[in-house]
Structure formats: structure tokens, C-alpha cells
């Protein structure tokens, strides 16, 4: 059986790992699929398509389970994202979320989901985690190690901080900053 579990991965940190450490207990493979792929370089999606499939691909390597990591960019037409999912994933019997717009997604395609309880949510959460990465505070027992060397091989913390003072200007891409 192969399972399904999608995140934005801003970053990939302790409470996913938790996650992807539960459903390789109950399925024999697990697609990973990034969301937001396309969006990088801000304070809400600093790091790159790419730069997280290095941080889950490490991270996940230590579990007994064949990973896929897939990117998955955004849709703007929610009743047809499941089948746009579908199209960029391999073939899933399960998906795995907590996430209520993307359970009755699921559930509406006739997909099953299976939710899990949220592992010390109330710091392993990506929008504390950036604002402990802008603020130059504790982060990094949040994270796997694997992880951690990622962000620290790409210089993630400068870009987060980066981005964070342009952004406080109100740009928010590329061409709202050169205007």
C-alpha cells in the first residue's frame, strides 16, 4: 500500500518528521508531495522546491520505507486539485492530513484520508519556526539534523532574514520590488 502526505515543508521540521515516522508504520511506500512548489524566497516560503526535497529526502532516510518526494505547484481551483495532485504523484491508495480543506478535497474525490494527532503542535509549527529563524532564536532542535545541514549548506537563515526585511516593505515577488 502506498500512502500520500502532503506539506508545504517551510521548513521540513520534528512535528513532519513525526508524521512520516507514523504512516511508515501502516503503509509499505510513502509519496511526500511538496506544496507550493513554485514559491520561494519569502518570509512565508523561503526555501526552494528543491532545498526541501534535500531536507526530506536526508531526513527520511533513516525510516524503512521507499520515499518518493514530488513537488506539487499550486492550483488556484480547488475543485480540481486532487486530480491535479493525482497527475504529479505516483498512484496512492491513502493521504494523510490534518488539514480540513484538503481532507474534504480528498474526501469528495473518493480518496481515502487518515488523519494523525498533531505532534507538539504548539511549536512545531512552520510560522514559529521562521520566526525563530528571523528573529535569530532557538530553531534548531525543531528540525532534523539532516534538515539543519541542509539550511545551514544553502545559508537559509541570512535568506530568511533577507527576505523578511524586504518583505516588510510590502513586496512580495521578485517584480513588486523593482517597481
Known sequence: MRGFYIGRFQPYHNGHHHMVKEIATEVDELVLGIGSAGDSHSTRNPFTAGERIMMITKSVAEFDITTYVVPIEDLDRNSVWVSHVQ?????????????????????????????????????????????????????????????????????????????????SNGHTSIDSALD
Open 87 to 167: 497527475s504529479m504523484s505516483p498512484k496512492f491508495d491513502v493521504a494523510y492530513s490534518n488539514n480540513p480543506l484538503v481532507i474534504q478535497l480528498f474526501n469528495e474525490a473518493g480518496v481515502e484520508v487518515r488523519q494523525s494527532p498533531m505532534f507538539r503542535r504548539e511549536v512545531l509549527e512552520g510560522t514559529e519556526l521562521r520566526q525563530r529563524m528571523i528573529d535569530g532564536g532557538d530553531w534548531r532542535d525543531l528540525v532534523p539534523d539532516p534538515a539543519v545541514d541542509v539550511i545551514d549548506e544553502i545559508d537559509g537563515i541570512e535568506r530568511i532574514q533577507k527576505v523578511s526585511d524586504s518583505d
